[in-house]
């Protein structure tokens, strides 16, 4: 099983729609929770911090369920550009090492 | 936030050579940095683990001879792809953490091997 598992999409969405998506990961220790945007051809640049309450920024929220081991993302009124593909990504504090998702592709249409 | 640069964007190699990607952190000291190889449609996969001053760590099933890696001062680490072949080719990305809540990647690396 991997260690990150997300729904590959590609959700294709009209601007102005919300969209969400889920992701699940295996390793009951981690602690740390991220949401990566990541555009074609680019690095990975950090959307958000996932915290265990739950955290919004602008349109974006995310939530984590500990208890079901898994992080979502919710993005209201949709812009076409927020087009990318979004990364799961969970940190385990003791080694600093990234396991990352094969991303969810979200395309916005106008 | 923090900067990582990493050196070149793209690069394009016959069989066989050997090529060297640079990584470096602009504005803070990285004991750690860490290589990632992205297949297109996939995740970023772990390679390594580069500590400065030591031995880097390979997960599992990564050839350290094939990708040499050093980290010889705080602020930069190379990765070297030796005797490339095509199967190589790939999109090659360092990070550097500057805090345990966030990593900073460079701008990455695409690797063609003819």
């Known amino acids: 099983r991997k260690e990150v598992e997300q729904d590959p999409g590609p959700f294709n969405v009209p601007e102005g729609a919300t969209v969400a998506f889920n992701c699940t990961y295996s390793n009951s220790a981690s602690q740390s929770f991220f949401w990566y945007r990541q555009d074609c051809r680019k690095e990975p640049k950090l959307l958000m911090s996932v915290y265990s309450s739950g955290n919004e920024d602008g349109r974006f929220t995310a939530q984590l369920n500990r208890a079901s081991q898994y992080i979502s993302l919710l993005i209201r009124d949709s812009k076409l550009s927020d087009s990318a593909t979004y990364l799961c990504?969970?940190?385990?504090?003791?080694?600093?090492?990234?396991?990352f998702g094969a991303g969810t592709t979200v395309t916005v249409r106008a | 936030g923090a900067v990582v640069s990493q050196h070149p964007s793209r690069v394009i190699c016959k069989s066989g050579t050997s090529v060297k990607i640079e990584c470096r952190s602009l504005?803070?000291?990285?004991?750690?940095m860490f290589w990632y190889r992205q297949f297109p449609k996939q995740s970023l996969m772990l390679m390594a683990t580069?500590?400065?001053?030591?031995?880097?760590?390979?997960e599992q099933g990564v050839e350290k001879d094939k990708f040499l890696i050093n980290h010889a001062s705080l602020t930069l680490s190379t990765l070297t792809v030796t005797s490339a072949h095509p199967e190589d080719s790939s999109f090659y990305i360092c990070?550097?953490?500057?805090?345990?809540?966030?990593?900073?990647f460079g701008q990455g690396t695409r690797l063609t091997v003819v």
């Open positions: 504005d803070f000291q990285a004991t750690t």
């Open positions: 580069s500590n400065e001053g030591s031995k880097a760590t390979y």
């Open positions: 990070s550097a953490g500057y805090t345990y809540t966030e990593a900073f």
């Open positions: 990504v969970v940190n385990r504090r003791d080694d600093y090492k990234l396991s």
